[in-house]
């Protein structure tokens, strides 16, 4: 990333969203960009898998796990799939396991925190739907900035 997200706010102001700062860093990359996927599960990361599983061209997959602190969405196996897929980074918005060999690993990934408990394995969900959480609405296709200091979503990718 060129430019922190501090930068990127006081060049472009209010035409980002700018996340609630409720995320805490867990993966090897504290900086990381993208244009978005997203999942919208519940407790349930089989989708997750399912989008990590594919190419992701230095994408961002963005996790709406409706906030529920109740089971990890993401481990340090699908952090694995993730790094070797070429994904960029995630945004969960639940919880991780994992958190030691995450840390390691070549990917950003923020969370609200940590659970040992794994997930159901349902397939349920739904992919590429605009979701709302830490008070901003994230899309398909927009384009995530992230570093130390939280995350900024744009429409596309700036210059």
């Not at 969900?125 to 709302?132: C, I, L, N, Q, Y």
Request: with cysteine; proline share 4%; hydrophobic share 40%.
């Amino acid at each position: 990333m060129n430019q922190a997200t501090a930068d990127l706010y006081d060049l472009h102001g209010e035409s980002l969203r700018v996340a609630a700062p409720i995320f805490q860093d867990y993966g090897g990359n504290s900086v990381f960009e993208g244009p978005v996927a997203i999942v919208k599960v519940f407790e349930d990361n089989s989708l997750v898998r399912a989008n990590l599983e594919q190419e992701g061209a230095g994408r961002v997959l963005v996790v709406d796990g409706g906030g529920s602190l109740r089971c990890a969405l993401v481990g340090d196996v699908l952090g694995d799939l993730g790094v070797k897929n070429g994904w960029r980074g995630i945004v969960v918005y639940g919880c991780i396991r994992d958190a030691a060999p995450l840390h390691q690993m070549a990917i950003g990934l923020k969370a609200l925190g940590t659970n040992p408990r794994k997930s159901v394995k349902k397939g349920e969900g739904e992919r590429d739907v605009p979701v709302r959480f830490a008070e901003i609405t994230i899309k398909p296709g927009d384009y995530l900035y992230a570093d130390l200091d939280g995350i900024v979503v744009a429409e596309h990718k700036l210059a």
